[in-house]
């Protein structure tokens, strides 16, 4: 499963009936890069909003936190 980046969180916990093998990566403009879409899901103070508007190729933004981005690669959900 390819990893993702959880504020505070470096390894998801297993639970009793489910196990998912995430963990967290450092957000750099390379990874941002190697990924299709971006989904903000949860906004946070720890994401670098502007370094995602820059290098990611499409942002789903679903708590409006790229409203002050205007750019073609940013969707509001």
Do not use: W
């Not at 989904?39 to 502007?50: E, G, I, N, P, Q």
């Amino acid at each position: 499963m390819l990893p993702i980046r959880i504020p505070h969180v470096p390894h998801f916990p297993a639970m009793r009936a489910h196990h998912f093998d995430l963990y967290s990566v450092d957000l750099d403009a390379q990874m941002l890069q190697s990924y299709d879409c971006v989904v903000l899901a949860t906004a946070h103070h720890a994401f670098d909003y502007a370094l995602i508007a820059k290098h990611a190729r499409l942002i789903v933004d679903t708590r409006g936190e790229f409203k002050t981005f205007p750019q073609d690669n940013i969707v509001g959900a």
